[in-house]
């Protein structure tokens, strides 16, 4: 059984600072690329920041400057630094892998989400 855990979302003001943890646990061969995914009230699930097993990043033109997605292969854990917090980051926080357990073939995971609220 694979599972993704998220923690670090919480409430914070405007121009804050929060870091998002996603960990992933079980048999696990590999991980390619890990991604952070947030979705608001009535809107549509988006990209946030992705990055590969070799380092290389991505990430949405609304976040770019103010986040900053890095992993740690040997917790296969990925993390997302997210300063100069603003109104509109506030959405619930996904935590997406694509990985291969052993003697299967890669596939999408998704952890459970964590609120970040941003509000004074």
């Known amino acids: 059984q694979v599972q993704l855990v998220e923690s670090g979302g919480g409430l914070v003001q405007p121009g804050g600072s929060l870091r998002l943890s996603c960990a992933a646990s079980?048999?696990?061969?590999?991980?390619?690329?890990m991604g952070w995914y947030r979705q608001a009230p009535g809107e549509q699930r988006e990209l946030v920041a992705v990055i590969t097993s070799g380092g290389a990043t991505n990430y949405a033109d609304s976040v770019k400057g103010r986040f900053t997605i890095f992993r740690d292969n040997a917790k296969n854990t990925a993390y997302l630094q997210m300063s100069s917090l603003k109104p509109e980051d506030t959405a619930v926080y996904y935590c997406?892998?694509?990985?291969?357990?052993?003697?299967?073939?890669?596939?999408?995971?998704w952890g459970q989400g964590t609120q970040v609220t941003v509000s004074s």
């Open positions: 997406k892998a694509v990985l291969v357990r052993l003697g299967g073939s890669p596939r999408n995971y």
């Open positions: 079980g048999i696990i061969f590999r991980i390619h690329d």
